[in-house]
T-cell receptor, first 114, second 113 residues
Framework: GAVVSQHPSWVICKSGTSVKIECRSL??????MFWYRQFPKQSLMLMAT?????????EQGVEKDKFLINHASLTLSTLTVTSAHPEDSSFYIC??????????FGQGTRLTVV | DAKTTQPPSMDCAEGRAANLPCNHS???????VYWYRQIHSQGPQYIIH???NNETNEMASLIITEDRKSSTLILPHATLRDTAVYYC??????????????FGSGTQLTVLP
């Protein structure tokens, strides 16, 4: 299957700082990318959907000014957690799909805010 | 998308077949059944999907009942590495759609040595 790579795999940051997570589709052009968040022992919750070259669509309850999403190319989307707080600590997962394919997921990024 | 119901957990002996059930009694005629799994601290992995007919690939088999109200994912020879949470997802039109996948709580499969 297609490969989606996230970087970093884990990150620890201080409260109040910003963290950027990258999601790359390595062998296909992703017309759409999705960002999910997963808290311990819970399922994945969709945060936002982004299409290349356009603004992301955020799910209800997700602050767009706090979770900045950029999808500047067909192979790269970034999620920036701004002014991170301990409650933002979570497992962030991206997913990418091209037309006529199923969704492929990155390996996830474990964010810990201290 | 139709709602799915899965048992919260199951155990399976290593080397035996693992049969994971999923109920989707409100499924519509144009909705597909997808299966993904998530190994601990990793992103979900696509396994298989189907509409009406049974499907098989190198990872698993998908058996869909004739009325399509339920399905079973079969891992023919489970290994310890198959321990994961398995998600059954029902959604419309898999191809050409940019809609996201909606994950339920899934089934925690534990393969025992």
């Amino acid at each position: 299957g297609a490969v989606v790579s996230q970087h970093p795999s884990w990150v620890i940051c201080k409260s109040g700082t910003s963290v950027k997570i990258e999601c790359r589709s390595l062998d296909f052009q992703a017309t759409t990318m999705f960002w999910y968040r997963q808290f311990p022992k819970q399922s994945l919750m969709l945060m936002a959907t982004s299409n290349e070259g356009s603004k992301a669509t955020y799910e209800q309850g997700v602050e767009k000014d706090k979770f900045l999403i950029n999808h500047a190319s067909l192979t790269l989307s970034t999620l920036t957690v701004t002014s991170a707080h301990p409650e933002d600590s979570s497992f962030y997962i991206c997913s990418a799909r091209a037309m006529n394919t199923e969704a492929f997921f990155g390996q996830g990024t474990r964010l810990t805010v201290v | 998308d139709a709602k799915t119901t899965q048992p919260p957990s199951m155990d399976c002996a290593e080397g035996r077949a693992a049969n994971l059930p999923c109920n989707h009694s409100t499924i519509s005629g144009n909705e597909y059944v997808y299966w993904y799994r998530q190994i601990h601290s990793q992103g979900p992995q696509y396994i298989i999907h189907g509409l009406k007919n049974n499907e098989t690939n190198e990872m698993a088999s998908l058996i869909i009942t004739e009325d399509r109200k339920s399905s079973t994912l079969i891992l023919p020879h489970a290994t310890l590495r198959d321990t994961a949470v398995y998600y059954c997802i029902v959604r419309v039109e898999p191809l050409g759609s940019a809609r996201q996948l909606t994950f339920g709580s899934g089934t925690q499969l534990t393969v025992l040595p």
